[in-house]
Structures are given as C-alpha cells and as structure tokens.
C-alpha cells in the first residue's frame, strides 16, 4: 500500500517562497538573525563588540566600495589557487605511488597520517625563513595543508580501484604513466574531485590564517586591520565576505564532483 507524500504547495513555487530544505536553511538564518538582534538590543552584550545587524550590513557594503578590498581578494585567490594546484598535484601524486606499492605503503604512510592532523600554522616561521613575507610563505603553507587530504585519499582510492581494471591493462603491457592516466586516475576521479574540494577549504583557511599572523597583503590582512582600529562591524562585515567566497568556491567545486561522477 503506498502512501501519498507532502508535496510543496504549488502556489508557494508560483510565488517564489522556499519550500523543503531550503525553507529549512531560510529559518535557519532567521533564527540566528532574531537571536543576534534580541542580544545586541537587550544590553548584555556591548555594542562596540556585538553590533547590529545593520551596522554590519553598512559595513558590508563599504568593504565592496573599497579598490582595497579588490586587490586583496586577487592577492588571496592567488594563493589559494596555487596552494590548491601544487597541493594536489603533489597529493596525488604521493597518494598513487603509496597505493601502488606495499612497501612504500607501510614505510611512510604512517608519517602522513601522523603529520596530517598537525596544525600547519606551526610550520609558519620555517615557511617564512625559506620563501619570504610574501606570497610563496602563504602558498607553501597552503599547499602543505592540501597534500595531505589529496595524498591519503589517493593512496585510498587506489586500493580500491577493480583489480580487473589493473589485470586488463598489464596484460596490455602498459607502461606505468599509461597504468596511471588510463587505469588508476579516470577510477579515481569522483574521489579525487572530492579531495579536492576538502582541500580548498583546508588551504583557504590556511592561507587566510597565515595572512592573520604576519602580512602586508590578503584578505587576512584586512580583517587584521579592522581588528587592529576596532572597527567591529567592518570586522563581522569581513567574515561575511569570507564565508561567501568560502561558500561559493566549496559549491562550485561540488557541482563539478557530482557532475563529472556521473
């Protein structure tokens, strides 16, 4: 006997309204909405700290009016991106040669997985000593941080992959860079797509956290700078503008995985 599921209304969809999980997202943010402004009007909190709503949203807008803001953003989507790319270039890299032999396997696999949960903000100095104040510091602690997801992931994925797949290309007398761009990497693409968006947001964070601690440059700096004058909305506005582009990059990348997965 089958039973008649709730279907959205179809007036709602007409009018726009947000219906199932998105109706669900919508009250999310407005409960933390009307709970934020409940704190900031009723005295327990000071405003210096806890701004409201609007003043953060005014702040929001100003950061957008800046040419500041725009050259900052060029200066930490660089290096994301090129944290990004070497991160899993040399991530997949590590993770086939470790899948592909026992022996490598056992003899350093375990010091990725020791290391992995390292915070990488500890290896900022050493970063800075080898490569500068500038960007190479940021892009080689981001990097470091994107490896490690792409190379244990790897090093999963390739255990997993049909061993027919690997009898048929050996019988085929496949040189190893054919066993590895025809074989090992088309099975291991939807894992690798999703290691790579873990690692995004591992080198974002990364990147931004080591503009934080020492920098001229990068949205880091800005929101340091906005710390440093206790400019508290520009500060909220700041982590506003962070956690979109956080979130834009992250759902595009999603929707690259799941596209090419099917």
């Not at 900052?72 to 040669?97: C, H, K, P």
């Not at 396997?105 to 990725?112: D, G, K, L």
């Amino acid at each position: 006997m089958t039973q008649n599921l709730p279907r959205a209304c179809p007036s709602a969809r007409l009018l726009g309204w947000p219906t199932g999980v998105n109706a669900i997202r919508v009250s999310i943010i407005c409960t933390v909405a009307i709970l934020w402004e409940a704190v900031v009007n009723s005295g327990l909190v000071y405003s210096g700290v806890m701004p409201s709503l609007v003043a953060i949203a005014r702040s929001t807008v100003g950061i957008f009016a800046t040419a500041e803001f725009y050259g900052n953003l060029q200066i930490s989507a660089l290096e994301v991106a090129l944290s990004l790319v070497i991160g899993t270039v040399t991530g997949v890299f590590v993770g086939v040669l470790l899948g592909a032999s026992r022996v490598l396997s056992r003899a350093y696999e375990p010091y990725i997985y020791y290391l992995g949960p390292t915070p990488r903000i500890i290896f900022l100095p050493i970063m800075i000593m080898l490569f500068g104040l500038g960007i190479g510091s940021k892009v080689a602690l981001g990097a470091l941080s994107c490896f490690f997801v792409l190379a244990l992931i790897s090093a999963n994925s390739m255990r997993q992959i049909n061993p027919t797949l690997i009898r048929v290309g050996r019988s085929l007398q496949a040189k190893p860079l054919q066993m590895v761009t025809k074989i090992y990497l088309p099975a291991m693409r939807a894992p690798i797509l999703n290691g790579v968006r873990l690692g995004f947001g591992t080198a974002m964070l990364t990147c931004i956290l080591a503009e934080t601690k020492l920098s001229n440059a990068g949205l880091g700096f800005m929101l340091m700078q906005f710390y440093s004058q206790f400019n508290m909305p520009a500060l909220y506005g700041m982590l506003v503008v962070i956690f979109v582009i956080a979130g834009m990059g992250n759902g595009a990348l999603g929707r690259l995985a799941d596209g090419r997965a099917r």
